[in-house]
């Protein structure tokens, strides 16, 4: 018996400013996510997550795939590599209009799609990402989620895509572990009111992840 | 030959070493010049790592290969934790069995490289992580909804009556799993009664974001009931039964006549849900929208020509008037977008045009019927998937034969109470049933 799946989408930036210590920091906190949304019988049963990361080329890392089958690589940066953010949402769409399944007559659709966008910069494919901006817009996901995680972030590119930014003061382990722990339980939150009219509701943030109004 | 020379200022603390006729001639290399004459040294050691091709689940019987990466090699055995409950099959060169718990587990592979260098240790040993997957079945809780909230309302309700044309009524309706997962309230509702020789249903499901939708789809099937009473038993029952009554008599004629009546029943009820919903917005200083719900109403009398059914219809869920072996027939079209979970929610633009109430309305006369049948997304989610199936008997009669024989029992509300646990994975709002039978 088919299921509705609640497709989640992750795009990590792995330019060079993100080697060593912060790619370790993520890779544990995408680790962390996975296991404690495993904990949560909604995740368990509808979540289907996709990885994509974004420095000189946009690469999957792995597509749509159920939470219980995920076994999280390890994510490596390249040794110098640019911001394509404009790049990741191309593939991105690219992926959700060839997965996404839309609900017909015949065929129960998912749930919409939830994006969570990391990114330590900004784009250096400005123009590609603002051109980019209103194809994500026309695929209706259900919260698009961008995170500026450092110094160097600039969230008003960001807020270009969605008005839900936080920010991260900091690139360090602890402050990604309370990042992705929140988008974990955002994750949660999100599949079970997953039938609601307008779920751009998300749940509280921890301190170390700033709302940018 | 090189002679000494003395430092002529600071310079090492050493004197430097002297050179001996042994030692080799250096070398001058010229850009582009391979070096000969140096031993190649030690390769690196072979860095092999291991990875589990599938996750495994508690309680399911699991099969898996391991891949190797890095070299070829041949997999001597793995140590698997004893109280896991899986092993290594050397013969099919698989993990299996059944896990008893659930979590992280690193095992040990020991391995041989297939090139070792017969001089190297013939054993090796790398981790790799075998992840087993709880139940979610297993991780679903039941917290208790909030005692004392102004609004709050039982997580369970059920009623059952004899009704008119000797036929029976029952609904019942439970919170979901997902509710009570998070200690949050049945938004469902719904309404039973006979008044006047008629039956009349409703059920009403409130929106999952709208912060009082449990009271919302309570207040609109609580008031669209009652007006629904009042109606049946004036002169618009009457009025409905004799324009139906005509039609009947007379198939190819319009049924417009009709369709005004039942406008004044039930459209008129949906009306006054609506108002009944936006005076108590006012009274607690609430949006309305908060209070969004669905609404599916139905009405039936047994006239001398046929059974008279009619409904209003907004929103997911279905109403149907089923007739075993030979049709089903769905009195209205539900409300569904794109998504899973996107529908419409009884609102002031819906009721505040006539065409716009017309178009929810619907009526049917038949010679017979074995049910009506009215449930919110909860059930028919589940039990039907898509609107295509939702018009399909033989998925109906598969329903049918699911729930005939809790309605045969002598308290076949609590049996419909119990089947509404049912599992179905992704599945789990909270459920309502009304049946007419």
């Avoid at chain 2, 993990?95 to 013939?122: F, M, S």
Wanted: aromatic share 8%; proline share 8%.
């Amino acid at each position: 018996m088919s299921n509705r799946r609640l497709p989640v989408y992750i795009l990590l930036d792995t330019s060079g400013s993100m080697r060593g210590e912060p790619i370790h920091s993520v890779n544990v906190g995408m680790q962390a996510m996975v296991n404690a949304l495993r904990q949560d019988p909604y995740a368990l049963e509808s979540v289907h997550l996709s990885v994509i990361t974004f420095d000189v080329e946009a690469k999957e890392i792995f597509p749509l795939t159920p939470l219980e089958q995920v076994r999280f690589p390890e994510i490596t940066v390249p040794e110098a590599g640019p911001t394509f953010l404009g790049a990741a949402l191309e593939l991105l769409i690219r992926q959700v209009d060839r997965d996404v399944i839309r609900g017909t007559a015949d065929q129960k659709g998912d749930w919409r799609p939830l994006l969570f966008i990391m990114t330590d910069g900004s784009p250096s494919d400005l123009q590609l990402y603002r051109t980019m901006i209103p194809e994500v817009k026309r695929r209706n996901f259900g919260n698009v989620v961008s995170c500026a995680a450092g110094p160097k972030a600039k969230q008003e590119y960001l807020k270009e895509l969605t008005d839900t930014v936080v920010s991260l003061d900091t690139t360090d382990s602890a402050t990604f572990s309370q990042f992705f722990k929140w988008v974990s339980a955002s994750v949660a939150f999100g599949s079970s009111s997953a039938g609601a009219a307008s779920p751009k509701q998300l749940p509280p943030p921890p301190p170390e992840v700033q709302v940018v109004v | 030959m090189v002679n000494p020379t003395a430092p002529a200022s600071p310079g090492p603390e050493k004197a430097p070493r002297v050179p001996q006729a042994t030692d080799p001639a250096p070398v001058v290399l010229c850009p582009g010049a391979i070096p000969v004459g140096h031993s190649p040294g030690t390769p690196p050691p072979v860095k092999v790592s291991f990875v589990i091709e599938k996750n495994a689940k508690v309680g399911e019987a699991y099969r898996s290969g391991i891949q190797a990466s890095g070299s070829r090699v041949e997999i001597l055995g793995v140590a698997v934790p004893d109280e896991l409950g899986v092993a290594y099959d050397p013969v099919s060169g698989q993990l299996q069995g059944t896990p008893a718990i659930h979590g992280d587990y690193v095992l040990t592979v020991g391995y041989r490289l297939i090139e070792a260098d017969p001089g190297r240790p013939p054993a090796l040993e790398a981790e790799c992580t075998l992840i087993v997957n709880p139940d979610p079945r297993k991780l679903w809780q039941e917290n208790p909804s909030d005692r004392n909230d102004p609004d709050w309302k039982a997580d369970v309700d059920m009623k059952y009556l004899q009704g008119a044309d000797g036929r029976r009524l029952v609904a019942s309706s439970k919170r979901g799993r997902s509710h009570a997962h998070v200690g949050s309230f049945r938004d469902d509702d719904f309404f039973l009664d006979t008044a006047s020789g008629w039956n009349i249903l409703a059920v009403a499901d409130g929106a999952g974001s709208a912060k009082n939708s449990r009271r919302g789809s309570q207040i609109v099937t609580r008031r669209a009931g009652d007006s629904l009473k009042l109606a049946v038993g004036d002169e618009r029952g009457r009025k409905f039964a004799e324009a139906a009554a005509r039609w009947a008599a007379e198939p190819s004629s319009s049924p417009h006549a009709v369709h005004l009546t039942v406008y004044d029943i039930l459209g008129a009820a949906a009306f006054d849900a609506m108002k009944a919903v936006e005076d108590e917005a006012k009274a607690k200083e609430n949006p309305v929208k908060e209070y969004a719900t669905t609404l599916i109403l139905g009405v039936h009398k047994k006239l001398p020509c046929g059974h008279l059914v009619a409904a209003y219809w907004v929103g997911d869920g279905a109403i149907a008037l089923y007739r075993r072996g030979l049709d089903i027939e769905l009195l209205g079209v539900p409300d569904s977008g794109e998504f899973a979970g996107q529908t419409r929610f009884l609102d002031r633009a819906m009721v505040s045009s006539g065409d716009e109430i017309m178009k929810r309305l619907c009526f049917s006369v038949v010679p017979d019927f074995t049910a009506l049948v009215l449930m919110t997304d909860g059930i028919s989610d589940p039990k039907f998937e898509t609107d295509r199936n939702l018009a399909d008997l033989g998925r109906w009669d598969t329903f049918w034969g699911e729930i005939e024989p809790l309605l045969r029992d002598d308290t076949p509300g609590d049996r419909l109470l119990d089947w509404l646990d049912f599992w179905s994975q992704g599945n789990h709002d909270d459920r309502t049933i009304a049946v007419l039978w």
